[in-house]
């Protein structure tokens, strides 16, 4: 009996420290939704009839609801998953948040080329409907992705996923917090919170045209990892701290929302 209980209790450390070291990804369900929710209010009449045309026939044919398919994929198609698993994040921390392409993204796989290789895609109407329905879930994904500043950090912590803290008396790492943890540490169900956004001020973009300005989005991600507040000095984390931050996160699901529309705009309003 001492062999099989020996060889559980080591299944159950093996998995633990899986869970603990798996890469976490942007905003998590509620923050994906919640970005995609603002950009529909933003969307032109004809961008919201092309998206619609595209949708029809998915399980939830709403922006929301394609908003972490991209995510999911890790799941579902473990191929293409793994393919576009760079798309999700840029790392140009190390670079004074200043982005270049052939440096920072070779190959175009980082989130930056990729919100602009899949928005021109969707964009074009010579593509086929498959082609562009998986287009524009890549982009309502990667456009909240790219507002997630840890997917625009450090790639020597691995966009915080190394970074390892206790937040609420649970272990969890910088990464997953951001993503997540601070909004659901509010309570607020989705629908609150979304309320809570429509009520911010926009943040002004100025003109998006095709290629979508996504680098300027990653760098000014960046910077807010950059600041000299951004990573706690304690593994155990103050709710100082959630105080703090919780606002800026607020105002970059925001501007998420609203550079989504804008992209989609210009993808979708042409046809």
Same mark, same amino acid.
């Given at each position: 009996?001492?062999?099989?209980?020996?060889?559980?209790?080591?299944?159950?450390?093996?998995?633990?420290?899986?869970?603990?070291s798996?890469?976490? !990804?942007?905003?998590?369900?509620?923050?994906?939704?919640?970005?995609?929710?603002?950009?529909?209010?933003?969307?032109? #009449?004809? +961008?919201?009839?092309?998206?619609?045309? /595209?949708l @029809?026939?998915?399980?939830?044919?709403?922006? %929301?609801?394609?908003?972490?398919?991209?995510?999911? /994929?890790?799941? &579902?198609?473990?191929?293409?998953? @793994?393919?576009?698993?760079?798309?999700?994040?840029?790392?140009?921390?190390?670079?004074?948040c200043?982005?270049?392409?052939?440096?920072d993204? $070779?190959?175009?796989?980082?989130?930056?080329?990729?919100?602009?290789?899949?928005?021109?895609?969707?964009?074009?109407?010579?593509?086929?409907?498959?082609? *562009?329905?998986? +287009?524009?879930?890549?982009?309502?994904?990667?456009?909240?992705?790219?507002?997630? #500043?840890?997917?625009?950090?450090?790639?020597?912590?691995?966009?915080?996923?190394?970074?390892?803290?206790?937040?609420?008396?649970?272990?969890?790492?910088?990464?997953?917090?951001?993503? &997540?943890?601070?909004?659901?540490?509010t =309570?607020?169900?989705?629908?609150?919170?979304?309320?809570?956004?429509?009520?911010?001020?926009?943040?002004?973009?100025?003109?998006?045209?095709?290629? $979508?300005? &996504?680098?300027? !989005? %990653?760098?000014?991600?960046?910077?807010?990892?950059?600041? #000299?507040?951004?990573?706690? *000095? *304690?593994? @155990?984390?103050?709710?100082?701290?959630?105080?703090?931050?919780?606002?800026?996160?607020?105002?970059? /699901? *925001? +501007?998420? =929302?609203v550079?989504?529309?804008?992209?989609?705009?210009?993808?979708?309003?042409?046809?």
């Amino acid at each position: 009996m001492v062999r099989p209980l020996l060889l559980a209790a080591t299944l159950v450390v093996f998995l633990a420290g899986v869970l603990v070291s798996a890469p976490a !990804w942007a905003w998590g369900p509620m923050g994906h939704r919640l970005v995609a929710q603002l950009a529909w209010d933003d969307l032109t #009449p004809a +961008a919201r009839r092309q998206a619609e045309a /595209l949708l @029809k026939g998915e399980p939830d044919p709403t922006l %929301a609801g394609i908003a972490s398919w991209a995510d999911d /994929l890790r799941d &579902s198609d473990p191929v293409l998953g @793994k393919k576009t698993a760079r798309w999700h994040f840029v790392n140009i921390g190390e670079h004074d948040c200043a982005y270049e392409q052939v440096r920072d993204c $070779p190959g175009g796989n980082c989130v930056v080329e990729a919100i602009r290789t899949q928005a021109a895609i969707l964009a074009d109407p010579g593509r086929t409907r498959t082609e *562009r329905l998986q +287009a524009l879930k890549f982009v309502v994904h990667f456009v909240g992705d790219v507002h997630q #500043p840890l997917h625009a950090g450090y790639g020597r912590d691995k966009g915080g996923n190394d970074v390892q803290i206790n937040f609420n008396e649970r272990g969890t790492n910088l990464h997953t917090l951001w993503d &997540s943890r601070m909004l659901l540490s509010t =309570g607020r169900s989705e629908a609150d919170y979304l309320r809570r956004l429509r009520a911010l001020p926009r943040p002004k973009l100025g003109a998006v045209m095709l290629p $979508p300005p &996504s680098a300027d !989005w %990653a760098e000014r991600s960046c910077r807010v990892v950059t600041r #000299p507040d951004f990573y706690p *000095r *304690r593994t @155990k984390l103050a709710q100082s701290y959630v105080d703090q931050h919780l606002p800026i996160v607020e105002r970059q /699901l *925001r +501007a998420g =929302g609203v550079a989504l529309a804008a992209v989609l705009n210009q993808a979708l309003d042409t046809h």
